[in-house]
């Protein structure tokens, strides 16, 4: 039973918004989409759920076709970014309502319905607001109806736009690992978009990175976070420091920088840009360096420096504040790096929607 | 001053428009001279009467016929602008098709033709030899000098009502809802069933009750096509003129206070249930 996807293209007038999406989601897992505003998440996920069609492409769930169904026909549950509850009627007639709507004969009774709307109010926290109109409630209570209305009908797929969008920080944080728990008791394939980095790393079995109407990297978590496959992914995450530097024998080489820390990788000589996090460079103190402290701003706990060689090249890193003590504007300094990832200089980008293999001994549970 | 800033816990609250003293002065003078005057001298007039005698021309047979005319055909006509309008409401807003904006603009011609033009012209398509007359005449059904016709010429002057009073809901109406129930399994005359009709219901009975209430007063289009037989096609305010022109000034204002009561009381009802029905919808 899974969901594949291939092929999938759509486009509103002259703008293509999905580019061939391919990607295909076994049972039970939770897939993040994560990527810049306007990238084609929110068009993918209604296509899906079958308020959207595409122009081409294939779209199947358990070897059949989805394309040919409509939106009531494919069991699904959608929550949307902005909750969408119906304002006429109580929390109660929300969570019942895709049982109310079933034909006469697949309908449970009244008291049946009423157990599991029951049920499902104990589950999301919310028994006391039975009652409630959709107004009376905070947006946390609201979302958690919504997700109560999209499970009550025992969806084979879970689909979530944002979710948590337009919550506080620490009600996010909360329903974020509630939503783990209930995926993981539902049993649902569950799709969510999001454009909060820590949101998809913290929450999905797999993380689907899209620019531009295209995929860009599909991987776990920690994979893609460690080894972005494109340098649109690696800007994405962080890995906002860019230097052109010089291939030789698998090794990168720049003036200035001890980039003895990478590994070895298979790249052809010449050309290259290294792309870093400013966390993973450390700037040590050593006379003959070409790099010159220009600036030490704190922010706290972290050392925000500066450095910069004689061409002007300016180099940003992240320390923590006890291991930056030793250091002073206008000291000369080489850069020590970490980690980061290389491409080769000129390598078409974002043309390779890369899956990349999860190779950790110790999977996640 | 001192009480209220006492008695609201102290501190007066800010407002956001300066100016208010002045503004809820002039409505209320305006108010008060263009629409409770008028109203209140009518109703002192209906006192002046005396209950034995009021209630002695109210139910007089041929003030009786009329009413009774006046009401069943006007609820006529409100049955039919309720489903007309809803439905012209519908497909202005949820479809685009060429000619929709000239259609969106007809919908305004009842309310801005002289409702005399509009008698004469429906009259003049109904009779025996006009177009429709010429179709229903020979089914048996005639139009012209009977209460069809009062409905008829009552249902044109008020179906704007209806349409501009649901079409801006129908247009805020936020897809996302009908999208969620068609994703909840629901079939398309369920979501317009169990979603979007709840949702215009209380304009759509404010719409419909004004319809009412205007057609309640329809005087220029009816009089022309309804024929104005006493005790057969004879409307109400066209009796409350003849009283006038008869100088019985109080049969005049019985008939025309009646009118009035049926009108607010139907109005006092559509809001109440207007504000039962959205009491726990606004949004926080
Ligand atoms: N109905 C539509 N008609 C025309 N263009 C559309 C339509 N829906 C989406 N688009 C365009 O498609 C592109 C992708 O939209 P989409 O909503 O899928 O982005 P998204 O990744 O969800 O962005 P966000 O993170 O801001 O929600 C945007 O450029 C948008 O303008
Ligand atoms: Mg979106």
Redesign the interface.
């Given at each position: 039973m899974s969901l594949a996807i291939s092929h999938l293209a759509r486009r509103f007038g002259a703008t293509e918004v999905l580019r061939g999406i391919e990607l295909e989601v076994p049972q039970g897992e939770l897939i993040a989409l994560l990527g810049p505003s306007g990238s084609g998440k929110t068009t993918l996920l209604r296509i899906i759920?079958?308020?959207d069609w595409p122009d081409a492409g294939r779209l199947s769930f358990d070897g059949t076709d989805w394309l040919a169904k409509?939106?009531?026909e494919?069991?699904?549950?959608?929550v949307?970014q902005?909750y969408?509850?119906?304002?006429?009627m109580t929390m109660r007639d929300n969570i019942a309502?895709?049982l109310t709507?079933?034909p006469r004969a697949e309908r449970p009774g009244k008291t049946q319905i009423a157990a599991v709307v029951d049920g499902l109010l104990q589950f999301l926290q919310i028994g006391g607001l039975a009652d409630?109109?959709p107004?009376?409630?905070s947006g946390g209570q609201r979302q958690r109806v919504a997700l109560g209305?999209?499970m009550a009908?025992q969806p084979r797929v879970l689909l979530l736009d944002e979710p948590f969008g337009a919550l506080d920080a620490q009600v996010r944080r909360d329903l974020r690992r509630w939503l783990r728990g209930v995926h993981d008791s539902a049993g649902t394939t569950t799709i969510f978009v999001t454009h909060d980095q820590e949101e998809a790393f913290e929450l999905a079995d797999r993380v689907v990175v899209m620019n531009g109407g295209i995929i860009e990297q599909i991987g776990h978590p920690d994979q893609i976070y460690d080894h972005p496959a494109t340098p649109f992914v690696a800007r994405f995450l962080g890995l906002t420091v860019e230097l052109p530097v010089t291939m030789h024998t698998g090794r990168a080489c720049a003036a200035g920088l001890d980039l003895t820390g990478l590994p070895r990788r298979a790249i052809a000589d010449g050309a290259a840009t290294l792309f870093l996090r400013p966390a993973d460079i450390r700037p040590v103190p050593e006379a003959t360096a070409p790099f010159h402290v220009t600036e030490i701003a704190s922010t706290g706990a972290l050392l925000r420096i500066v450095a910069q060689d004689a061409a002007g090249c300016r180099i940003e890193s992240e320390v923590p504040r006890r291991d930056g003590r030793d250091l002073a504007v206008g000291q000369a300094v080489s850069l020590r790096a970490a980690a980061g990832q290389i491409f080769p200089t000129g390598a078409p980008i974002g043309a390779v929607p890369a899956e990349t293999p999860y190779t950790l001994k110790e999977a996640r549970p | 001053m001192m009480a209220m800033a006492v008695a609201s816990g102290g501190g007066r609250q800010r407002r956001v428009l300066p100016g208010f003293g002045l503004t809820m002065g002039l409505t209320l003078t305006y108010v008060g001279i263009v629409v409770l005057l008028p109203v209140i001298a009518l109703a002192l007039k209906g006192a002046e009467i005396g209950p034995v005698r009021f209630w002695d021309i109210v139910t007089a047979p041929r003030t009786l016929a009329a009413l009774r005319l006046t009401v069943t055909a006007a609820a006529l006509a409100t049955v039919f602008n309720a489903f007309y309008g809803l439905l012209m409401a519908w497909i202005l807003v949820r479809y685009r098709f060429p000619g929709r904006r000239l259609l969106d603009a007809m919908m305004d011609i009842p309310f801005a033709l002289p409702t005399a033009v509009a008698g004469l012209a429906l009259t003049a398509l109904f009779s025996e030899n006009g177009w429709y007359g010429q179709v229903l005449a020979p089914a048996g059904i005639s139009v012209v000098y009977t209460i069809w016709g009062v409905a008829v010429a009552m249902s044109f002057t008020s179906i704007p009502f209806v349409v501009r009073t649901v079409q801006p809901i129908l247009e805020d109406l936020?897809t996302?809802?009908e999208?969620?129930?068609?994703?909840?399994?629901?079939?398309p005359f369920?979501v317009f069933s169990?979603?979007i009709f709840?949702?215009i219901l209380p304009s759509f009975l404010v719409g419909a009750t004004i319809a009412f209430a205007r057609s309640l007063g329809e005087f220029g289009a009816v009089i022309f096509i309804a024929g104005n037989l006493p005790m057969k096609t004879e409307i109400a305010s066209l009796l409350a003129v003849i009283r006038l022109e008869e100088y019985d000034y109080n049969g005049a204002a019985a008939i025309a206070l009646t009118l009035v009561a049926i009108a607010m009381a139907l109005l006092v009802l559509s809001n109440w249930l207007q504000s039962r029905?959205t009491r726990?919808?606004?949004?926080?």
């Open positions: 759920a079958g308020l409509s939106a009531a494919r069991r699904i549950g959608f949307f902005h969408a509850l119906f304002p006429h309502f895709g709507v079933l409630r109109y107004a009376e409630l209305r999209a009908t | 936020d996302s809802q999208e969620a129930a068609r994703t909840l399994g629901a079939t369920q169990k979603v709840p949702a029905l726990r919808r606004v949004p926080a």
